[in-house]
């Protein structure tokens, strides 16, 4: 009640407009924003296990994710992995972000692998996603083409192939 009376106060002076106009600003203001933390890391292992004690690391980060931290690891090119968390509160993330790089240190040095971070926990604006999303498309792009390369390579040795055996039966 008292905040009511406290609006009223405030805003006697002023016209209708002026006020839905104000009081729309104030609490677009107010409303809590989420943030983006993102880490980049190096997750190697030459050892036995190889690709396999990698996935394991990967996953035991990827278990201490929940429905209020949402973890999310993306691979950016072997070996180089983001590991980022949307969350409201800055701190939090940050600290949910080095939970999951400890864990997935601990996982893959107990394989005998390697762990580096190139990138530490910080928190990105959407610019600077937008551009890591672009880098990500652009990458997978690249691998379609290589894949797409292999084929036309197989097609034109068969086509040669084909061309000799034609030669052969003359």
């Known amino acids: 009640k008292q905040w009511y009376q406290r609006r009223v106060a405030i805003t006697a002076g002023i016209d209708d407009h002026t006020k839905e ?6 609490k677009r203001r107010l409303t ?3 943030v ?8 190697l292992c030459y050892a036995y296990e190889g ?6 690391a990967l996953r035991a980060g990827l278990k201490l994710a929940t429905e209020e931290v949402p973890l999310k690891i993306n691979l ?4 180089i992995y983001v590991i980022s968390v949307t969350l409201f509160n800055e701190e939090k993330g940050v600290e949910a972000v080095r939970a999951s790089m400890e864990a997935i ?9 390697t762990f580096n971070v190139k990138l530490d926990p910080k928190v990105v604006t959407e610019r600077e996603d937008q551009k890591l999303q672009e ?7 690249d691998m379609m083409e290589k894949d797409g390369d292999e084929d036309s390579e197989d097609e034109e040795s068969e086509d040669d192939e084909e061309e ?5 039966e003359v």
């Not at 106009?21 to 104030?26: A, D, E, M, S, Y």
């Not at 690709?51 to 394991?56: E, F, G, L, R, S």
């Not at 240190?105 to 692998?113: D, H, L, M």
């Not at 880098?135 to 792009?141: C, T």
């Open 21 to 26: 106009v104000l009081l729309k600003n104030i």
């Open 164 to 168: 000799e055996s034609d030669e052969n």
């Open 51 to 56: 690709i396999d004690a990698v996935k394991a």
């Open 135 to 141: 880098e990500l498309e652009q990458r997978e792009r």
């Open 105 to 113: 240190k601990n996982s893959i040095e107990a394989s005998k692998g």
């Open 32 to 34: 809590p924003q989420a």
């Open 36 to 43: 983006k933390v993102r880490a980049d890391v190096e997750v």
């Open 76 to 79: 950016i090119a072997p070996p």
